[in-house]
C-alpha cells in the first residue's frame, strides 16, 4: 500500500530494539484519510469471506479496526488490556506479552460479542512476535467462532510474528512489510512491481 509506505518512510522514526515508532499517524495523532484507506485495502482483500466481527485489541487497533469494520459493514470488538470494573459477565481471558513494554497483560472479550460460529477478522496496528495476534485469535477459538484471517498495518518481517502466523495456518495480510531497521534505517520488503510515488 503505496500510501501508507510513504507515511512510514516520511514520518516514522526508528527507535532501539527493533521499534518503529509511527506516533504522527497512527500511534498518538490518527490520520482518519489513511486509515480509511486502511480499511478499504483490508476489506479489498477480505472481500467474500463472509466475516460478521472485526477484532483488535485497545488502543492503536482500534483506529484501523474500525475503519475496515465500516467498509465491510459489520461490528468491531476491541480486546481490553486490563479487565474493567464494570465488565461483570462473562469473559474470554488470555495471556499477551507485549512487545514494547515488555510485560505481560491479561486482554479481555465479554462472551456476549463472539458468538460460536462467527467469522472474525482480526486487525492490528503492528506485528513483532505474532503475540497479540496469537492471544485474539485464542479468544476466537475459545468461542468457537473462526479466524477468517489477520490484517496487519505494519509488520516487521525480520521479527518471528509472520512466519509463527502461516505455520498455524493462518491467512495474514499486511499492508507493509519491513525487511529492518538496522542503523535507524527502514528497508521494506519489496512487492514485485512496485515503484514510489515522488
Ligand atoms: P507482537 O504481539 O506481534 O509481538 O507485537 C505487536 C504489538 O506490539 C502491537 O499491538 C503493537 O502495539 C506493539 N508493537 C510491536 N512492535 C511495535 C513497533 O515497532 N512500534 C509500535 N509502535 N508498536 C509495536
Redesign the pocket.
Known sequence: MLLLKQKVINEGIVLGQ?????DSFL?HQMDPVLMREVGREFSRRFTGEGITKVLT?ES??IAPGIMTALELNVPLIFARKQKSLTLTEDIYVEK?Y???KKESNEITVSKKFIAPGERVLIV??????????FGLARIVEQAGASVVGIGIVIE?SFQP?NRLLQEAGYRLESLVRIASLEDGVISFVEAEGEVLPE
Open positions: 527493533g521499534v518503529l515508532k509511527v500511534n485489541i492503536s487497533g499477551v507485549s512487545f514494547t492490528d496496528d503492528f506485528l513483532a512476535n505474532g503475540e497479540a495476534a516487521k510474528g
